[in-house]
């Protein structure tokens, strides 16, 4: 199916109704505060015309939802509405609906009366794999023990699993000392190759914005943590110098080297600002872990299809298969 995207700032109550109006399959909720009258009625509506339209709506557990939400529980039960329950103990700030397994609409809007007085917006998307990612979503928030497609595979590449988690998640300190001999530390250094300096990074806990927890370690030429930023600065540098270089005693040809060096900076630039946008399903993944992915320079890839799935619960599994590692390393 073709991706279409569509902003809504004004009348966005009136479009969200005629959306739910138009579903003819399903339709899954997750929202901070749902206190409108007319959404929860217009849901209501739908269930009654189209019995076979699955609905499943999750909310915060707040008091303004307990009050102004859950009055609506009987009717929502008594036509087979489900309201589910968040797993999580943290605030569920999601705003975000899906309809038919195929539009995402999402944005600052919450489901409630003040929300129509308010600067907001929403944009729906249609994409069937964007619908699903949520969808994946919506069982992490309302599901116990939901061990995503995506989370199965550090359990089935722990090697990837240990650089990544190492990189990149956020470790509370009890979580850092429990699993201190398990993270790797990584490292990021200069050095001769016999033709010139060459820069060198393995992921690791030097990347990771938790380095306040790693005491006694320093790292020689890079403060910590250390930022892909300066791997980027390093290599347009050295290409600099090579270009340089090239041109020692070739003074006819000094009139390009300015064109070479801006070549080079476009260069750096395009590559250093490839990202992966998009999120991955689980065998896009596993040829990306398999194809050895860098890690550190595509930081997307944690962000967007691993972090979304981690709970402190899950890290527990999946360092209880990762193997300690050896002194030194």
């Not at 009625?41 to 339209?53: A, E, F, G, M, P």
């Not at 605030?91 to 600052?108: A, W």
């Not at 928030?141 to 990149?168: G, K, V």
């Not at 944690?302 to 402190?312: E, G, K, L, Y």
Request: a negative charge; proline letters at 2%.
């Amino acid at each position: 199916m073709n991706e279409e995207t569509k902003a809504y700032f004004t009348g966005i109550e009136k479009k969200l109704i005629e959306m739910i109006g138009d579903s003819n399959k399903s339709i899954k909720i997750a929202m901070a505060w749902f206190t409108s009258n007319d959404l929860k009625n217009c849901i209501l509506d739908k269930k009654r015309q189209s019995s076979k339209v699955e609905i499943e709506i999750v909310v915060d557990d707040n008091e303004i939802n307990e009050n102004y939400f859950l009055d609506y529980k009987p009717k929502f039960d008594e036509l087979g509405i489900i309201i589910k329950q968040k797993v999580s103990s943290k605030f569920l700030h999601n705003k975000f609906m899906l309809i038919d397994e195929k539009i995402v609409i999402t944005g600052s809007y919450n489901f409630s009366k003040k929300a129509k007085s308010n600067l907001e917006n929403i944009v729906v998307i249609k994409s069937e794999s964007l619908c699903y990612y949520y969808s994946r979503i919506f069982e992490f928030i309302t599901t116990s023990n939901y061990l995503d497609e995506n989370i199965q595979l550090l359990l089935d590449y722990p090697d990837f699993a240990q650089a990544i988690i190492s990189t990149y998640y956020e470790f509370t300190k009890s979580e850092y000392l429990k699993y201190k001999k398990k993270i790797l530390i990584g490292g990021c250094f200069t050095h001769e190759n016999g033709y010139w300096d060459e820069l060198t990074y393995f992921p690791g806990f030097i990347f990771n914005p938790k380095i306040n927890y790693l005491k006694n370690f320093e790292s020689p030429e890079f403060s910590l943590p250390i930022d892909k930023k300066i791997i980027k600065l390093w290599t347009k540098r050295r290409n600099e110098d090579l270009i340089l270089d090239n041109y020692a005693g070739k003074e006819e040809y000094y009139h390009l080297i300015d064109g070479d060096l801006e070549q080079n900076e476009n260069a750096v630039e395009e590559f250093f600002k490839r990202k992966m946008e998009h999120t991955y399903q689980s065998k896009k993944l596993k040829e990306l872990i398999e194809s050895k992915i860098d890690i550190i320079l595509e930081d997307d890839l944690w962000r967007n299809n691993f972090d979304p799935f981690i709970n402190r619960k899950i890290i527990e599994k999946i360092f209880a298969n990762i193997k300690v590692l050896k002194q030194g390393q």
